[in-house]
């Protein structure tokens, strides 16, 4: 069975820190494109990063480029998501992923995979 799991949401002050983690089971991560995806009351979900399982390339929504950067430990099959410089626009629940292409597409639906989400929020 494939299974995504978050870990690491929680609250922090405005321009704190937190690194996500996307850990999988049931298959290995390194031959699957990762998402990373959140979504905010109110508000449709929004893809944030994504990095391919083909060349490692990262990539990023303007709403979060510069701060937030998208890795993985495959030895771990482990994805990260370490946000910095957080404010409360990044409140949401925050989702991984799996592609089983080896690129970005951009296309939500080629996800077909995903965890449970992770809830951060952004508050003094």
């Known amino acids: 069975q494939l299974q995504l799991v978050e870990s690491g949401g929680g609250l922090v002050q405005p321009g704190g820190s937190l690194r996500l983690s996307c850990a999988a089971s049931?298959?290995?991560?390194?031959?699957?494109?990762i998402g990373w995806f959140r979504q905010a009351p109110g508000k449709e979900r929004e893809g944030i990063s994504c990095?391919?399982?083909?060349?490692?390339?990262?990539y990023y929504a303007d709403s979060v480029k510069g701060r937030f950067t998208v890795s993985r430990d495959n030895a771990k099959n482990t994805v990260y998501l370490q946000m910095n410089s957080l404010g409360p626009e990044d409140t949401a629940v925050y989702y991984c992923?799996?592609?089983?292409?080896?690129?970005?597409?951009?296309?939500?639906?080629?996800?077909?995979?995903w965890g449970q989400g992770t809830q951060v929020t952004v508050s003094s």
């Open positions: 992923a799996a592609d089983p292409h080896n690129y970005c597409s951009g296309y939500e639906s080629n996800f077909g995979t």
């Open positions: 049931g298959f290995t991560l390194d031959a699957y494109s």
């Open positions: 990095i391919s399982s083909r060349d490692g390339n990262t």
